[in-house]
T-cell receptor, first 110, second 117 residues
Framework: RKEVEQDPGPFNVPEGATVAFNCTYS??????FFWYRQDCRKEPKLLMS???SGNEDGRFTAQLNRASQYISLLIRDSKLSDSATYLC???????????FGPGTRLSVLP | GAVVSQHPSRVICKSGTSVKIECRSL??????MFWYRQFPKQSLMLMAT?????????EQGVEKDKFLINHASLTLSTLTVTSAHPEDSSFYIC?????????????FGPGTRLTVL
C-alpha cells in the first residue's frame, strides 16, 4: 500500500463547478499535511497547508481527519486556471522527507 | 516565499555523457536539499537527500555511483548524472528546506528537463 493515496482522476469539470479531492495516508505519525499544485512541466507549488481544524483560503478549503487519516481539498467556483495536478503531501516528522501522493489531475472546461 | 533556482533548465545530451545540475537556495540557507525525479504523468519520486557537509542519503533503487550528489555549501547542491542513457531522460527537481524557517516547509526549484539521445 502506498503511503499517500489519492483519487486516480482525471477530473473533468465545467467552469463554476465544485470539485473535491480525497487523500489518505498510512503513517499515523505524520505531523503535517499540504496540498501542492503542479502545472504541466513545472515544479510543484504550495497551495495550502492543512490544519486539524480545517482551513479556507478563498475558493479553497482543506480538511484533515486524523482519526480516519484522511485529507480533502475542496475547490469552489472552478476557474480555467485551476486546471493542474493536485498533490497531497504528508510530512512525517522533523528531519524526514515529504511523502507525495501520486496526484490527481483536474481539467476545468469552458 | 523563498526562492530556489536550478541550472540548467533544459539539457539535451548524447548517451554516455555526464550532466551536472545545480540547485541553489537564493535567499536562505539550506542544510538539507532533496532531489526528485518525475517521469511523464507520474508523481515525484525522491531520489536522495542531500546534507551539507556530509554524504547524501539515497532512496532504495537509486544508484549512488550514477547519481552523484555534492552539497558543498549551505546554498548549493549539485546532482551529476554520470554516463547518462536514454532511460535517464526525465524531469529532475530539487527542493530545499530553510534551516532557519518553518521546519516543515520545502521550496522547489523550477526543475531541469534532461533528454538523453
Amino acid at each position: 500500500r502506498k503511503e499517500v493515496e489519492q483519487d486516480p482522476g482525471p477530473f473533468n469539470v465545467p467552469e463554476g463547478a465544485t470539485v473535491a479531492f480525497n487523500c489518505t495516508y498510512s503513517n499515523s505519525a505524520s505531523q503535517s499535511f499540504f496540498w501542492y499544485r503542479q502545472d504541466c512541466r513545472k515544479e510543484p507549488k504550495l497551495l495550502m497547508s492543512v490544519y486539524s481544524s480545517g482551513n479556507e483560503d478563498g475558493r479553497f478549503t482543506a480538511q484533515l481527519n486524523r482519526a480516519s487519516q484522511y485529507i480533502s481539498l475542496l475547490i469552489r467556483d472552478s476557474k480555467l486556471s485551476d486546471s493542474a495536478t493536485y498533490l497531497c503531501v504528508a510530512y512525517p516528522n522533523y528531519g524526514q522527507n515529504f511523502v507525495f501522493g501520486p496526484g490527481t489531475r483536474l481539467s476545468v472546461l469552458p | 516565499g523563498a526562492v530556489v533556482s536550478q541550472h540548467p533548465s533544459r539539457v539535451i545530451c548524447k548517451s554516455g555523457t555526464s550532466v551536472k545540475i545545480e540547485c541553489r537556495s537564493l535567499d536562505f540557507q539550506a542544510t538539507t536539499m532533496f532531489w526528485y525525479r518525475q517521469f511523464p504523468k507520474q508523481s515525484l519520486m525522491l531520489m536522495a537527500t542531500s546534507n551539507e557537509g556530509s554524504k547524501a542519503t539515497y532512496e532504495q533503487g537509486v544508484e549512488k555511483d550514477k547519481f552523484l550528489i555534492n552539497h558543498a555549501s549551505l546554498t548549493l547542491s549539485t546532482l551529476t548524472v554520470t554516463s547518462a542513457h536514454p532511460e535517464d531522460s526525465s524531469f529532475y527537481i530539487c527542493s530545499a528546506r530553510d534551516s532557519s524557517g518553518v521546519w516543515n516547509e520545502q521550496f522547489f526549484g523550477p526543475g531541469t528537463r534532461l533528454t538523453v539521445l
